[in-house]
C-alpha cells in the first residue's frame, strides 16, 4: 500500500500496546473507503505499513471481511465469465450449464483429463462423474476447449471401435497386441550391473513401478528388442507390480532428472504427482465396487 500519514494514523510504538490485529492489502480508493466504514477506529502505521484494528476480536472480524471481499470478487468475476459464455458461447453436446459453472461429462481421455486440470477451479465430481468449471474460468476453459472437444470425440465408443477395426490384420495391430501381451508379463529386462531396490517405487518405461523379484534369469533380448530398447544378451528379468497410493506418498521425489539411457531412475515429483493420481483413481474404484 502507498498511503501516506494522516491526521488519525496511530502514533509509533502506540498499537503495540493496544489488544488489536494489523491487516494490508494492494491500494484501492474504493476498497480503503469500505474498509474505513467497516473498521472506523482503525489507523494507518508507517512504521508497519499496515492498518491497525484495535480490539481483542480485530483479527476475527478483520477474516469475515476479507471472505466477503473475496466472495464479492468471485461473484465479479463468474458475472463476466457468464456474460462472455453469453457472447461468445461453446456449443458442445459434452457441455451444459449449471447452477453456478460448468458441467462437462466425456468419455475418457488422460488429453481431456490434462487440459482440464489447467483450467482454473477446475474440479472433478467422483459422483456425478463429470468436471465442474466455474463461470469465473470461462475464458480459460474457452482456450482450451478445441483439445478437449477433439479428444473426446476421438474417444467416443464407436470412433475407438472404427479406429480398432481400421487396426485388425495390420502390422500396427499385431506390435500392439504384443506389446500387450508382453506388458502383462509383469516382467522387465535390467542391467546386471546396476540393479534397482526391492519393494520401493521405481521409474521405468512402463511408468512407476514396484519390483518384487530379480531371479536371476538372462533375457534373451532378440524377441523382445522392439519392446525395450537397449535391452542386451547380459541383462536380467525383474517382476514388478503397480504401486499402491500409500506407497507413492511415502516416495520422496529425486531432486535430479534421470540420466539419459537410464533404464530405471528415482520418480522426480513430476511423475509421482500422476501416478499418484492414478492410485487414488483405483482405489476409489475398489471402494465403489465393494459390496
Known amino acids: 500500500m502507498t498511503e501516506t500519514k494522516s491526521p488519525d494514523a496511530a502514533p509509533s510504538g ?8 494489523d491487516v494490508s492489502f494492494p491500494y484501492d480508493r474504493m476498497t480503503v473507503e469500505q474498509f474505513r466504514r467497516r473498521f472506523p477506529r482503525a489507523r494507518w502505521s508507517d512504521d508497519r505499513k499496515a492498518w491497525f484494528v484495535p480490539g481483542s476480536t480485530a483479527s476475527r472480524r478483520i477474516g469475515r471481511w476479507l471472505a466477503e471481499l473475496e466472495a464479492e470478487a468471485d461473484a465479479h468475476a463468474d458475472a463476466k465469465g457468464r456474460d462472455a459464455f453469453a457472447f461468445d458461447p461453446i456449443d458442445s453436446p459434452y457441455l451444459e450449464l449449471g447452477k453456478a459453472g460448468f458441467r462437462i461429462r466425456t468419455p475418457y481421455s488422460k488429453t481431456v483429463v490434462d487440459e482440464l486440470r489447467e483450467v482454473p477451479f477446475s474440479r472433478w465430481d467422483s459422483d456425478l462423474r463429470l468436471w465442474h468449471v466455474p463461470f469465473r474460468s470461462y475464458e480459460g476453459l474457452r482456450r482450451r476447449w478445441p483439445h478437449i472437444e477433439a479428444a473426446a470425440r476421438r ?8 479406429r480398432a477395426e481400421a487396426r485388425k490384420g495390420t502390422e500396427q495391430d499385431l506390435r500392439s497386441r504384443l506389446r500387450s501381451a508382453e506388458r502383462k508379463r509383469h516382467r522387465y529386462p535390467l542391467p546386471a550391473g546396476d540393479l534397482p531396490p526391492i519393494g520401493r517405487p521405481i521409474a521405468t518405461s512402463y511408468g512407476i513401478v514396484v519390483f518384487t523379484d530379480i531371479t536371476g534369469e538372462l533375457v534373451d533380448a532378440h524377441p523382445v528388442a522392439n519392446f525395450y530398447p537397449g535391452v542386451n544378451e547380459d541383462d536380467l528379468w525383474g517382476y514388478w507390480r503397480a504401486p499402491t497410493f500409500e506407497e507413492l506418498v511415502r516416495t520422496w521425489p529425486a531432486k535430479t532428472p534421470p540420466l539419459r539411457g537410464a533404464r530405471w531412475w528415482l520418480p522426480t515429483i513430476e511423475e509421482l504427482r500422476p501416478a499418484r493420481r492414478a492410485a487414488r483413481s483405483r482405489n476409489a474404484k475398489k471402494r465403489a465396487k465393494a459390496p
Request: aromatic content about 0%; glycine content about 6%.
Open 14 to 21: 502506540e498499537d503495540d500496546r493496544k489488544p488489536g490485529a
Open 155 to 162: 474417444n467416443e465408443p464407436e470412433e475407438r471401435r472404427r
